[in-house]
């Protein structure tokens, strides 16, 4: 009898030393990044060329110049400089690649739309050589914060921005941007989270 219970208690511990470290590693792993995201990052890089000209700040330097594939798993981009992931998830849910020298035109085809987890995005001080912001920018509803200052933006504001109703901070100062068609009081009614609007040198 007092074997059986030994035997059993020993099976029981097994057990739970088994389920602890299979936990332990599934949450491990789901901390890398996505294929995908990663995949999609990589192509994001890609679409822009770096110029130091493109930022002004002193402090400004190229954080994409460090995301690589590294090995057979391909690398974390959550450890990547610029990216945050969710702990439990996996999920790219930061990116900020604000001063970075990121020079180019960025449209809707851009796979930084594809990061529909993004929570925080910051592209702020880079030269997007003349872009519209593109209406794409709408996919990323989950997102809070949105900096697009000081980075060569034109055109008018797209309608899509409107569609971004969990925005608490969004910044588009210091770009020649025009906020007619929506207008700034149909930005108002419909963000009504925003806590910080930033539209300096916008025009109305
Ligand atoms: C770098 O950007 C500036 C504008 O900021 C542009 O005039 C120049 O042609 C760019 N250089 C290259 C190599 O693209
Ligand atoms: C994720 O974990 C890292 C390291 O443990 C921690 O520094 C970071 O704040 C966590 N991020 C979130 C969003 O919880
Ligand atoms: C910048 O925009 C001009 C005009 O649209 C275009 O011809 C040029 O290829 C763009 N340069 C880059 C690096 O995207
Ligand atoms: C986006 O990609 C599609 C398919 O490759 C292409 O037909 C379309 O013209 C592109 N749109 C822009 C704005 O470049
Ligand atoms: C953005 O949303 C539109 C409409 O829901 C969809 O057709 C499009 O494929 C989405 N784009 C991306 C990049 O997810
Ligand atoms: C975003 O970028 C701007 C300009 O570089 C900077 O002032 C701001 O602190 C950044 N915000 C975040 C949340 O990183």
Not at 97 to 111: A, E, M, T
Not at 176 to 184: A, C, I, Y
């Amino acid at each position: 009898m007092g074997q059986l219970l030994q035997h059993f208690l020993l099976k029981c511990l097994l057990f739970l030393i088994l389920s602890h470290f299979l936990t332990q590693c599934v949450s491990s792993m789901l901390r890398f990044c996505l294929d995908s995201e990663r995949s999609a990052l990589l192509r994001l890089k890609d679409s822009f060329i770096l110029n130091q000209s493109a930022s002004d700040d002193t402090l400004a330097y190229p954080k994409v110049s460090s995301w690589k594939l590294e090995g057979q798993v391909g690398g974390d981009c959550c450890s990547w400089d610029g990216v945050e992931c969710d702990n439990n998830t996996g999920h790219v849910i930061g990116l900020d690649l604000s001063s970075s020298f990121l020079y180019g035109s960025i449209n809707s085809n851009n796979s930084l739309f594809q990061l529909h987890h993004l929570r925080r995005l910051n592209l702020s001080d880079n030269n997007f050589n003349r872009s519209e912001i593109p209406s794409a920018i709408g996919n990323l509803t989950r997102l809070s914060r949105l900096h697009l200052s000081w980075s060569g933006f034109t055109g008018q504001i797209p309608y899509e921005v409107l569609q971004l109703s969990n925005l608490v901070i969004l910044d588009l100062s210091r770009n020649p941007l025009e906020l007619r068609n929506p207008s700034l009081k149909i930005l108002s009614e419909r963000l009504v989270n925003l806590k910080h609007l930033d539209l300096h040198k916008i025009f109305f």
